[in-house]
């Protein structure tokens, strides 16, 4: 198996297995009336049937690249500033509030990731801040 993804599917396949083994311990339920291991389980075989697919997608297929060229054809400047970003919106969500962070974290996605006009930006993050709003506090609860 020379394939980096039929390698990484295998491992994510045995994951999956992991998780479909794991839930069961907590009790599947019903589908009417879920136990607390349905969701987990359901999860569990999602990710193990993509593992499948990735792994059969790639038989027969060259190898691609090599590990180190892998993670030198990366932007590590912009992945260090989203993780910062990350860590910074987990540290100030409780004192500055969700929307605040919610919105501030993604505009300052928005213009590193793909950089674009400050109204545009501002008009998706604040759309992103909203609808998360309304999903999470107001239909979720």
Do not use: H
């Not at 790639?58 to 912009?78: I, M, T, Y």
């Not at 989203?82 to 004192?95: D, H, N, R, W």
């Not at 501002?122 to 759309?127: D, E, K, P, Q």
């Amino acid at each position: 198996m020379k394939n980096n993804d039929q390698r990484s599917s295998l491992l994510w396949l045995a994951v999956g297995l992991a998780i479909v083994y794991s839930s069961t311990k907590y009790g599947l339920g019903m589908l009417s009336s879920p136990g607390p291991g349905f969701v987990p389980f359901l999860a569990g075989l999602v990710l193990a049937a993509l593992a499948l697919v990735v792994f059969f997608q790639q038989l027969g297929k060259k190898k691609r690249e090599n590990v180190k060229d892998l993670f030198r054809q990366k932007d590590w400047p912009a992945i260090l500033k989203v993780m910062v970003a990350l860590v910074l919106y987990a540290v100030f969500l409780k004192s500055l509030g969700f929307v605040l962070v919610t919105f501030c974290l993604t505009a300052y996605l928005f213009r590193i990731i793909e950089p674009m006009a400050w109204k545009k930006v501002f008009a998706r993050a604040f759309l992103t801040a909203l609808g998360a709003y309304v999903v999470f506090n107001l239909w979720l609860e």
